[in-house]
């Protein structure tokens, strides 16, 4: 008796079915797992503040900034972090940036794990893997544009004409190739901090941290600056968080991530844990 399945018998939707579609996971950069930040209490003075008191008498009481607290980003994504004044979101990217750690919890980039760098290997890091955009540009004052961008090249002990020539090509990016001879004070706060940009580009890092890139700027400069990331990050398929209080430049990323309580939920779906 021959097999109903041996090959001889054909199914009436043979041949229709499409495929299912491949799933691919996108390519993790940084994660964050169960991240936990508390500042311990000051003491006033004349008093102490030890493990397990409740404070009494301290100048500063412990401050809990996240708890459990975990993030995913990945390659190519530019995700904005928002919440209130005083949330936690600027100690958030100092842990990411390894510069500063966490009570609980790690910090991975790729297959690094920050948590195991010595000093030395944390500077290395945020020279080598991310770029990092304060909200005051930070520029030293008695060099010109083209040797501020070039310093992070010049600090891990590039030949200066290589360093000098990668900066010229991000401050040509940034919109300010024709001004690389001016030293900081003589250009206004947008191209100060356009400068900056392109100094925590010039490295090609993996990741770029923005802490308020527009905070200090009008309202007609933030937009050319934010814009100007925005370009950036698609023209060079970056890898962005940016911390902001603008909502309107935060929905125009990919993800927008709300610091409420501790934790990290979906900036636009309310009660979303991410």
Known sequence: MSDPLDGDVR??????????????ERTVVMRAVGLTKIYAAV??????????????????????????????????????IVGESGAG?????????ALDTPTAGEVWCGEARLSLFTPKQAAEFRNRDVGYV????????????LENAAMPLLARGMRRAEALEKAQFWLTEVGLGDRAEHRSGELSGGEQQRVSLARAL??????????????????????????????????HGLTSVLVTHNLEFAERCDRVLKLR??????????????
């Open 134 to 145: 304060w909200q005051f540009h930070y520029l030293l004052p008695e060099f010109s544009a």
């Open 11 to 24: 199914f009436e939707n043979e041949g229709t079915l499409e495929p299912l579609p491949v799933v691919r």
């Open 261 to 274: 309580e501790g934790r990290l939920v979906d900036g636009r779906a309310g009660d979303g844990r991410v």
């Open 43 to 80: 003491a006033s003075r004349g008093g102490s503040a030890s493990k397990g008191s409740t404070n009494q008498g301290s100048a500063r009481p412990a401050l809990e900034l996240f708890r459990g607290l975990d993030l995913k980003v990945h390659a190519g994504e530019m995700i904005a």
């Open 202 to 235: 010039v490295t090609e890092p993996r990741l770029l941290l923005a802490d308020e890139p527009t905070g200090d700027l009008d309202g007609k400069t933030a937009e050319a600056v934010f814009s100007l990331i925005q370009r950036l990050h698609e023209a």
């Open 89 to 97: 979101k600027s100690s958030l990217l100092h842990l990411l940036a």
